[in-house]
């Protein structure tokens, strides 16, 4: 028995070290070393690394929902700008005098509503996700910009702007805390819940799951409402931190948490990767853009490595599809 159980402990162990996720954790590693070096030992400051950790939570729910969402075999594009327009829209809320909860809910609602749209069309009117979420996205920014006319809109809240900025022993943000939570739940959901397993046996192969009598449509339209209501809560998290919703947001980051997915594990061509891996592509993620800025990388430049970032994740991505299909 003991035998047997030490067998099993070593070929987890074999199986963990040619992994990606180990592959990553040594990148972090060498990342983390590279930086130090070279910053003079900056890069591991309590500040820095707090910053890191900050930088993690928008990200996170993008992730979160991203991975959803590929491991499904889809994608959405608009996430980012329903991030943006869910901080403006909270704001906007607050400033006209509605409680806190409510202004909330109600953005959580909003946001959940595009997802639905983004459902619809994808499912009922048979538009590919890339086209359908890409179009929602510009609908969703020309709609921020009626709403703003460009400008900031200020959150001044208390409750808000606590969850947006207070820190633990002065240290942790507490909103790291909440991110760490929820991005354990969805880890737990997708590996332990039959929810997950179906979600896995959909993106692999959805005739085998209807066969299996699994409705792909009716989690689609699950998927894509979640992973909008998520980016919802990462734009009123992002207006809670800079104390105001901004016309820009986090639009930039339309591949982010697409990116922190895929080099995590999860494949383009759905049915396979898991939350541990997207959170160990996050930090990497992070790690990197924070390196950057703490050793002075021009911030064009950081543009380029970014994009260089999201490129290696594609070639990673290729040449794992093509590891599958030749175990097939």
Known sequence: MESTTGLNKAGGVRKFLNSKAFMLVVMIVAEVIFFTIVSKGMYISMFNVRNILSSMVITA??????????ISGNIDLSTAQVSTIAGVVMAKLLLAGMPWPLAVILTIAGSAFIGLINSVLINEFHFM????????SYVAQGIMLLITHGAAVDV???????????RIFKQIPVNVIFTFIIFAIYG??????KFGKHLYLIGGNPVAARLAGLDPKKMWYVLFINNAALGGVAGMLQA???????TNGIANGMFA?????????????????????????LVMINAFNSGLTVVG??????????????????????????????LK
């Open 61 to 70: 729910y993008l992730t979160a929902g991203a991975v959803f969402l590929m």
């Open 129 to 136: 996700p890339f086209v359908a979420t890409m179009s929602v």
């Open 156 to 166: 001044e809240n208390p409750a808000i702007v606590w969850i947006g900025t207070y």
């Open 188 to 193: 737990i959901i997708l590996a332990r819940s």
């Open 240 to 246: 809670a931190r800079l104390r105001a919703g901004t």
């Open 257 to 281: 948490g697409t990116t922190g997915a895929i080099l995590g594990g999860v494949s383009f061509g759905g049915g396979s990767g898991g939350m541990g891996g997207a959170f160990i592509g």
């Open 297 to 326: 990388v021009n911030p064009y430049w950081q543009t380029v490595a970014s994009g260089m970032l999201l490129l290696i994740a594609l070639t990673f991505d290729y040449f794992n599809m093509r590891r599958l299909e030749g």
